[in-house]
Every structure is written in structure tokens, then in C-alpha cells.
């Protein structure tokens, strides 16, 4: 991961270690929550919106980066 912000990619990768669910899942959720704008991001792997039910861990991080938070 270079500086900054982690890319589409690393996200995937990340997000196929939260799913996993082994002993470092809490680090892997800690570095995919701090890497993406979406409040409770992790939340969506676990309980996708209708449409996304049975979509791949790819589709999901897609979903979840396409997130813009609305300006005040």
C-alpha cells in the first residue's frame, strides 16, 4: 500500500481477510474502515442492501467506494 489512501485493489484484498474471519479480522477491519469514506463500511460484507445479496467481495468494495457523503 503506498502512502495515503489504499487502492480499489488493496480494498479487495483486504476485504477477502475481513470475510475470512480469523484472528486478525479486527486489524483488517480497523485498516478497511480508516481506507474508505463510507460510515460503517465493514457492516455491508455482513449485511448487504437486496440488490447486493450474493454479490462477489469485489461488487461490495465497488458499492462501498461509490459512496459520497453529502456536503453540508
Do not use: Q
Request: charged share 25%; proline share 6%; aromatic share 10%.
Amino acid at each position: 500500500m503506498e502512502r495515503g489512501r489504499a487502492t480499489r485493489d488493496e480494498l479487495v484484498e483486504i476485504a477477502e481477510r475481513i470475510v475470512a474471519v480469523d484472528s486478525d479480522t479486527d486489524f483488517y477491519t480497523h485498516l478497511f474502515e480508516t481506507n474508505t469514506v463510507r460510515p460503517a463500511a465493514v457492516s455491508v460484507f455482513y449485511h448487504p442492501p437486496e440488490h447486493l445479496k450474493g454479490a462477489s467481495v469485489a461488487e461490495l468494495v465497488d458499492f462501498i467506494l461509490s459512496y459520497r457523503p453529502i456536503a453540508l
